[in-house]
């Protein structure tokens, strides 16, 4: 009888033990649920900061794309004897410069989801989804022009294009910039629309944008430099598309 009340109390320690054991080892429900608000508070924490480097990472690659299209016009300028890029509908710039940047996916940015182009050509270039547009350079030819070759200039029948030796702000001077998505304009003119392809046809916001914060999109100087112009900037207070000096005043646009 004896051994059996020691041998109860035994196994009942035991057991003991070992529930007050698994009970340490267990998470509650409270435990529980804070580490799961924990790891949503981190998580939130972390989600700006991934989103801003995937943005930056997009940004350096549409830079990448602008880099060499810049420096794929000036290769065809340096080469042509006339030292200049004509403005031409067919075949327009994409396909004139496709030898040198070849691959036509440069001609979109990652950030651009619709990179809208004409569907009815022929040339691979032009049809190709595209996000820029290269400036019309019309500031310049609508004030050297007579009236006659001014017309044919807008309706891309006059064979000369803009020499680089006109441009004095090469580094402040646009070549390249970022279109809407929804745009299937190949130059930047200022003559079209109500207010301009500048005001119209361009997009201000491709990289960076968000609640409260104004985005940038990336551009294409003269001199082959690319860098990234916070929103309105390349408008105002000098407008970087115009070539002539009252066109930079003149023309630009307070945001």
Not at 7 to 24: I, P, Y
Not at 25 to 30: D, E, G, P, V
Not at 160 to 173: E, F
Request: charged share 20%; net charge neutral; with cysteine.
């Amino acid at each position: 009888m004896g051994k059996s009340i020691k041998k109860s109390t035994a196994s009942f320690a035991m057991e003991n033990f070992s529930t007050r054991a698994r009970s340490q080892n267990a998470f509650t429900l409270i435990e529980l649920l804070v580490d799961i608000a924990i790891i949503g508070i981190l998580v939130a924490m972390l989600l700006p900061s991934l989103a801003r480097a995937h943005g930056a990472a997009i940004s350096v690659a549409c830079a990448n794309n602008m880099k060499q299209l810049a420096l794929a016009t000036q290769i065809y300028v340096d080469d042509d004897t006339s030292g200049e890029l004509p403005r031409r509908s067919s075949p327009s710039w994409m396909e004139t410069l496709r030898p040198t940047y070849r691959d036509l996916k440069i001609l979109r940015c990652p950030a651009d989801l619709i990179a809208s182009s004409p569907t009815n050509s022929s040339y691979p270039g032009h049809a190709a989804p595209r996000t820029y547009i290269m400036n019309g350079w019309t500031d310049y030819f609508e004030t050297t022009l007579s009236p006659e070759n001014w017309n044919l200039y807008k309706t891309y029948q006059w064979p000369n294009g803009l020499k680089q030796s006109a441009i004095r702000y090469p580094s402040d001077t646009i070549i390249f910039g970022e279109k809407k998505g929804t745009s299937q304009h190949v130059h930047m003119d200022f003559y079209q629309g109500n207010a301009g392809n500048d005001v119209e046809e361009l997009e201000q916001q491709m990289h960076g944008g968000g609640l409260n914060r104004a985005g940038m999109s990336d551009y294409s100087m003269a001199d082959a430099s690319v860098r990234g112009i916070r929103s309105g900037k390349s408008l105002g207070p000098i407008n970087l598309w115009a070539v002539m000096e009252n066109w930079r005043t003149n023309l630009a646009v307070l945001y």
